[in-house]
């Protein structure tokens, strides 16, 4: 049935999310790059309110799959590793992996091996206090089996 005449305008589709990256070979930094420079040309870039700190092969990708359905989520589509191998790089750099976003739509990611990083809790809390953080998990004898 055709929407009622009074229905908000949608935003334009947003780019679909890259394949699953290979847990073993991370995300590279051209895939980094390329996550930046693919987003729609409207809001901006900013931090992310939420992240997905894992389990690894504990459905983290349909977790933020199924979050990112929401019109005002956007996610990035790879891994940024920020608060695991990159954080040398600094905020400015994680900044410039987000999507843009507008006013109140909320800014995502997964990694899940932050929640296996010791450094993760005090960085991720030194970038924001009231960040969001998703934890999925996997019952430990089927999770052995799937990796
Ligand atoms: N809803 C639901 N229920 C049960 N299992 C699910 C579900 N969604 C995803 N999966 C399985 O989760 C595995 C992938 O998890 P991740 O996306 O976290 O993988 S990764 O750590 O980012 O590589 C992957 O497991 P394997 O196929 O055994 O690798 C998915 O099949």
């Known amino acids: 049935a055709p929407p009622p005449a009074c229905a908000a305008p949608r935003p334009p589709p947003r780019p679909p999310l890259g394949p699953a990256t290979p847990a073993a070979r991370g995300t590279t930094d051209e895939e ?58 600094g905020l400015e ?25 010791n450094e993760a809790p005090k960085r991720i809390h030194s970038m924001a206090k009231d960040t969001n953080s998703l934890l999925g998990s996997h019952e430990p004898r089927r999770r052995s089996s799937t990796e």
Do not use: C
């Open 93 to 117: 750099w994680y900044r410039n992996v987000m999507p843009k976003t507008l006013d109140g739509q909320i800014t995502m990611e997964k990694t899940p091996s932050y929640f296996v990083t």
């Open 32 to 89: 980094l790059s390329r996550a930046g420079s693919t987003t729609p040309d409207y809001g901006e870039k900013r931090l992310p309110q939420a992240l997905i700190i894992g389990v690894k092969k504990g459905g983290t990708r349909a977790l933020l799959e199924a979050i990112r359905a929401h019109p005002d989520v956007r996610a990035v589509g790879v891994e940024p590793h920020f608060f695991d191998r990159n954080y040398e790089k």
